[in-house]
Each structure stands twice: as C-alpha cells, then as structure tokens.
C-alpha cells in the first residue's frame, strides 16, 4: 500500500529536468507535430526551472498533450510511442560521488520484450531487452497525445 501512494506521489510531481534535454524534447516534439523551427527558438520562451511540468506546458502550448504515466519497462505498449520517457542516469561528479541526474530517452518502438529508443542530445538508436531498460528507466512515461479539437 506504501509503494502504491509513493508511486501515485512520484507520477505527481514535477521533475527537474537537464536545461539541454528539456530543448531537445521540445525540438523531438515539433518534429512529431511537423512544426519547423529556426535553432533554438524556444531558448527566449521558457526560463528555468526546466521540469516536466514545463514540458508539459509547452507541448500544451504546441497544441499537444503529455501525458505523465507510471509505466514498467515491460508494459511499453507500440501503440502509444513514440513516448518520452525519464531516466535515472548515474553520473560522477569532481569530488568521485555518484550522482543521478533525471535525462530524456525518446522510445520509439517496444516489441518482442525488446526497447528501441533514443537517449536525449544523442545521435544514435539503441534497442535493449526491457529488463536491461528497466535498470536506467524510471517507470515515469510521457505520453504524446494529439489534442482534440474542443
């Protein structure tokens, strides 16, 4: 029952995201939604905190939803990516602590127990099997929702 509220507490609150993940998902966003842009448009529009309320908005903004979701590594379905999902990468610091800092993976596809996605800033696909995934993701899945007309 524990697990549960602080799994609902997690899906709730906004995360800090990298200043530089936060513009590429924007970027992978106007893609999706055939938007051109001109470099790095947005650099003016949004002011930090970059989070995943921020993103959230923007895509609003851009006549798109997200939507935040716990999902587990295995329970990617094709039928919602591409998908944007968080991820707990470890990193080291100057004085030799680990440090995790929350990144960006674009999923683009989930079959046959196997992920295909893109980590953020990176020029390159990896596909993985989605127990190897699950050791980096943190089972906090945006959801691109087309807006319907209203």
């Known amino acids: ?22 513009f590429w998902a924007l970027n992978i966003l106007c893609e999706i939604k055939k938007i051109t842009t001109q470099g790095n448009i947005f650099n003016n529009e949004f002011k930090p905190p970059y989070t995943t309320d921020l ?16 999902r587990p590594s295995c329970r990617i379905s094709a039928k919602t ?21 929350l990144r960006i993976d674009l999923i683009v596809d989930s079959r046959a127990g196997k992920i295909t996605y893109m980590p953020a800033n990176e020029n390159r696909i990896i596909t993985v099997r989605c127990d190897d995934y699950a050791k980096r993701y943190t089972e906090n899945l945006l959801l691109i929702v087309e807006r319907s007309c209203e």
């Open 1 to 22: 029952m524990t697990f549960l509220r602080l799994q609902k507490r997690m899906i709730g609150e906004s995360e800090t995201l990298v200043k530089e993940d936060f």
């Open 55 to 70: 993103l959230i908005l923007a895509a609003k903004l851009m006549g798109m939803r997200l939507l935040k979701v716990y």
């Open 81 to 101: 990516l591409p998908s944007l999902a968080l991820s707990n990468i470890q990193s080291s610091n100057k004085q030799s602590e680990s440090e995790h800092q």
